[in-house]
């Protein structure tokens, strides 16, 4: 059923959902946009409604082919809309499914394109703060470039900013300083967010190499299990290398993940290094790497807070462009997490080397379920073999202090002549 948004606007038909809202198929006086119509709650928050207008030049003035255009902001009574460029294709999660991994050609292509969108954005002062795969859409109706992707475009620019207000806590009304709450994705989390660090250019580095990895691996390197491990990985564990890689991406791959934000590059020095390397990755397929067990008995790191937002957060249904494409799920690619920033000693006595360590075809992941079943099975093997080699020695040492006159449990051998 059609909706006015404003005086400008229609919004014909549901494109998707995702935390912060729904996504609309619209019409607006220079032909059909995308709505992203904000959930009421955060509608009904005065604070932020003020922020979102202050937002609007930022938020409107970021014009690049590789960023999804935000047209217009509309406070329309309960409606609190964002007006973008439609796309017409897919977000890069619903491919990531389908396809498992993409060809290292692909996902290098598709990574410089968000990283061009980024060195746009942060020259721009802004900054994203919540890079992943489905906030990357794919205009299929775009050329197609190398590695057959089309182009990809940046899209839910601000709206993560936006919504991590410093909102009016009990704490904050008894005037004690509430626990700082991190908002964003786990598995895309810069270590400087995960230590309390305000969010710099650098965090979208990391977010973006994050996705090259899973767009190679099939998944992310820190992910799996409890969002407070995962957390917990980003800052203490370093990433491993993922067999087959051409060692020039993978060079690349590292820097960006380092843990020190000023180690990592800025946007455009990676699109043009990455653009650099696609003549040498054509014709190379997907790598072929194990999927990890997922391994979700670790312990939380730090304990979390009662999740008010998610509460009234929509369970995710996103309706792809693409008909049939799956629909989408995944706590720790959620944007809105609830969790409180890990005390230094939680981060520091936390599981090691718990990442989600490609293997090569077949074996198992260290501090897998399935790895630990093999070594408790080694375990035994050791125990029993231990346990038979003491009882022979024991047999062996009794038969010694009784070969005169033989045991009578110990076996006699009747040779020729011995015999009775
Ligand atoms: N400009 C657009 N044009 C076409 N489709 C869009 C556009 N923006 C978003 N969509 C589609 O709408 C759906 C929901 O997008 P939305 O940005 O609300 O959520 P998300 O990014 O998946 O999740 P989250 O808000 O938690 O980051 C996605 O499936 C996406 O493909």
Known sequence: MARKI?????????LGRGSAGTVWLGEGPEGPVAVK????????????????????????????????????LVVDGNDLALVMDLVRGTDLRT??????????????????????????????????????????????????????????????????????????????????APATK????PDYLAPEIVEGLPPR???????????????????????????????????????????????ELWQLLVQCLAKAPASRLRAAELAARLREQLPGLAGIAPLEVDEPDSDE?????????????????????????????????????DTHTSMRVPAPDELAGGARGTARAPRAAGAPRPGSARH????????????????????????AGYAATQSDPPSPTAPVRHGPGTGP
Do not use: C, W
Not at 48 to 68: I, K, N, S, Y
Not at 137 to 156: C, K, R, S, V
């Open 6 to 14: 404003g005086s400008r606007y229609t919004a014909h038909q549901i």
């Open 37 to 72: 119509i904000l959930r009421d709650d955060l509608a009904a928050d005065q604070e932020l409604v003020g922020r979102f207008v202050q937002e609007r030049t930022a938020l409107l003035g970021l014009d690049h082919p590789h960023v999804v255009a935000v047209r217009d």
């Open 95 to 176: 491919r990531l499914n389908r396809e498992r991994r993409l060809a290292p050609e692909a996902a290098v292509a598709i990574t410089a394109d968000i990283a061009d969108g980024l060195a746009a954005a942060h020259a721009a002062g802004v900054v994203h703060r919540d890079v992943k795969p489905e906030n990357v859409l794919l205009d299929m109706e775009g050329p197609i470039g190398p590695g057959g992707a089309h182009p990809a475009l940046l899209t839910d620019f601000g709206v993560a900013k936006l919504i991590d207000t410093p909102r009016r806590t009990p704490e904050r009304a008894a005037g004690r």
């Open 182 to 185: 991190i908002i964003g994705t």
């Open 201 to 247: 250019a650098a965090v979208d580095i990391y977010a973006l190499a994050t996705v090259l990895y899973e767009l190679l691996a099939g998944f992310t390197p820190f992910g799996g299990g409890h969002p407070g491990a995962v957390l917990r990985r980003h800052v203490t564990e370093t990433v491993v290398p993922l067999p087959g890689i051409p060692e």
């Open 297 to 333: 008995t670790e312990p939380p790191a730090a304990p979390e807070e009662p999740a008010a937002p998610a509460r009234d957060t929509p369970r995710r249904a996103a309706v792809s462009l693409v008909p049939g494409a799956p629909a989408r799920d995944g706590a720790n690619r």
């Open 372 to 395: 630990r079943a093999e070594q408790r099975r080694r375990r035994l093997r050791l125990t029993l073999a231990a346990a038979a080699t003491a009882v022979a020695l024991a047999v």
